[in-house]
């Protein structure tokens, strides 16, 4: 076996956005069907938790909240 990392899509994903503090539309719905469709370890369970955390801590912003306060903003004017 070469030296290759067996990081999945999920932790890469996890990684990137804990990398930038920053969850884009396209990343989250990637996660949701990594979690939905594949069987996935402890590993990415945990880093999917640890971005939940994240993301309740506001440590990590999320593209999706940041363009449905923008949309709300629109509909009050």
């Known amino acids: 076996m070469e030296g290759k990392s067996t990081m999945t899509l999920i932790s890469k994903i ?3 956005a804990l990398a930038t503090g920053y969850l884009t539309v396209d990343a989250e719905e990637q996660l949701r ?3 939905q469709m594949t069987k996935y370890g ?3 369970f945990e ?3 640890n971005l939940q955390t994240e993301v309740m801590e506001g440590r990590v912003k999320q593209q999706a909240w940041e363009l449905l ?3 709300n903003r629109s509909a009050a004017a």
């Open 14 to 16: 996890v990684q990137k």
């Open 33 to 35: 069907h990594q979690l």
């Open 42 to 44: 402890l590993e990415d």
């Open 47 to 49: 880093a999917f938790i």
């Open 69 to 71: 306060q923008l949309d």
